[in-house]
């Protein structure tokens, strides 16, 4: 994520999928809280409607320190070099690794 801070101009608007673990859901003030290798954080604004419906159901069965394949838009930096981020989606990496089931076999 720091290569992404710091090269703000060539990010901005676009949107990427990292590899994070989670690290805190703050319900009161509705945070969602990932970290990268290099445990730089990054949090996530989920107190709009729209965004409570979309993820409603990734929410159920929320881990910390579980790795999640993690969807943004980067919009900005901040003063103190965090990066803001526009949270699409995310998806727990272990449901990569299980292999799926078909045919009742």
């Known amino acids: 994520m720091s290569?992404?801070?710091d090269n703000i101009n060539e990010y901005k608007s676009r949107t990427i999928t990292l590899r994070l673990r989670l690290k805190h859901v703050d319900k009161i003030f509705e945070k969602i809280t990932f970290y990268d290798s290099k445990n730089h954080d990054i949090v996530f604004d989920?107190?709009?409607r729209q965004k409570k419906k979309r993820i409603a159901a990734d929410m159920l069965?929320?881990?910390e320190g579980m790795d999640y394949?993690?969807?943004f838009i980067v919009q900005n930096v901040s003063n103190t070099g965090e990066?803001?981020?526009e949270l699409k989606s995310f998806?727990?990496?272990i449901l990569d690794?299980?292999?799926e089931i078909s045919g009742g076999k």
């Open 3 to 5: 290569d992404i801070s």
């Open 46 to 48: 989920i107190s709009a």
């Open 61 to 63: 069965n929320l881990h």
């Open 69 to 71: 394949d993690v969807t």
């Open 83 to 85: 990066l803001i981020a």
């Open 91 to 93: 998806k727990p990496v």
């Open 97 to 99: 690794v299980i292999p």
